[in-house]
């Protein structure tokens, strides 16, 4: 597949359970796009910061900033989207001060339960409607949404259809459907997946992603299979890890001394990883038996914490797989 087919809906909705690399698979993807060429804007849906970290960046701020050449980033919280909305519908830029409180948001979205979901995805429609506030233009080719965690995902999409069921006529109505509709045409908007090689999210994937289908019918393109060991340790590594004469010639060969305590430790790494490595082999194959899109396999990368090298590398990994597809 080529680059540019993968990135022809301008939406791609990055969406998976808590923890399974949601930030980084965005990141990396926004990379591909930057470097394709793409102007790309990355919104991470709560206020962790982690996307605009993993670019050396501090705080995340309501409005799209540039965290490296292409790539903008803003972080969208509800308080923020209800102010913006009040602003461009109904003027009311010095009531939504107070009116858009924390306090008064929850209060309101207690009432109106999905509300703070359709702020959210209103915001996303202004980022694809070129529409920034005060007037001014957005000119982003690609807009990365990094979606709340899998349980969430399906109410948050599907709350612009619970909206329009809910209300039968009028601007929300109107506005509801808009949304729905640049959810669910695929030449707009597209939902990847992403898991990890273990029991529980592997499930939940395929459970999501029959949702997509038949709840939501939001369409989607691959499923990343992240943090694959077998695929960033080759088998030779960990036979070389497990055989204590290898490991000795390797030490000795860059000058290293290990002792009894050193080997038993690698060893015993060794055999964790190895053991790990059977057990993501058995669920990417549960996996590959039952997913209905392709599946884009991307490696455990070792270390303390991902950085943007990391992300670099990923973005590669992408790109050679999708021209695989
Ligand atoms: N391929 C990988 N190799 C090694 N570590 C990874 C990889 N992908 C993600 N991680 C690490 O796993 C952790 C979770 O990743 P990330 O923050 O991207 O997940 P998330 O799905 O966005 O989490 P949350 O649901 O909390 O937002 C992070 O510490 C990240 O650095
Ligand atoms: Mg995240």
């Known amino acids: 597949m080529e680059i540019a087919d993968f990135l022809a809906p301008r939406i791609h909705i990055v969406c998976g359970k808590g923890g399974v690399g949601k930030t980084t698979v965005s990141a990396a993807l926004a990379l591909v796009a930057a470097r394709a060429g793409y102007k790309v804007c990355v919104a991470e849906i709560d ?41 461009v519908q109904y003027h009311m830029k010095r009531v939504s001060k107070v009116l858009t409180s924390t306090h008064f948001t929850d209060y309101i979205t207690t009432a109106a339960p999905g509300l703070k979901d359709i702020l959210v995805l209103g915001k996303i429609w202004y980022l694809e409607q070129n529409r920034a506030p005060g007037g001014r233009r957005y000119d982003f080719d690609t807009i990365i949404v990094d979606a709340p965690a899998a349980g969430h995902m399906i109410t948050f999409l599907a709350a612009p259809m619970g909206l329009a069921d809910a209300v039968q006529v009028g601007p929300v109505k109107r506005q509801a459907d808009w949304l729905i509709e640049m959810l669910t045409n695929p030449a707009r908007s597209i939902a990847h997946l992403v898991t990890l090689p273990e029991e529980m999210p592997v499930a939940e994937t395929l ?68 053991a790990r490595s059977a057990i993501q082999a058995k669920h990417l194959r549960v996996l590959a038996k039952s997913a209905t899109r392709p599946i884009v396999r991307l ?12 992300i670099e590398t990923l973005a590669d990994e992408i790109e050679g797989k999708l021209q695989e597809l």
């Open 47 to 87: 206020h962790k910061g982690s996307l605009p970290r993993l670019f050396g960046a501090s705080e995340p701020s309501y409005e799209p900033s540039e965290l490296s050449p292409g790539v903008w980033a803003l972080n969208v919280m509800p308080e923020d989207a209800l102010a913006e909305y009040l602003e």
């Open 207 to 274: 459970e999501t992603s029959q949702k997509l289908d038949d709840e939501l019918g939001v369409s989607q393109g691959v499923t990343f299979a992240n943090g694959v060991y077998q695929d960033s340790l080759s088998d030779e590594h960990l036979a070389l890890l497990t055989k204590p004469s290898s490991l000795q010639s390797c030490a000795d060969s860059v000058g290293l001394r290990l002792d009894k305590e050193d080997f038993d430790a690698l060893n015993g790494y060794a055999s964790f990883l190895e």
């Open 299 to 310: 490696p455990h990368l070792f270390g303390s914490g991902l950085t943007l090298p990391d």
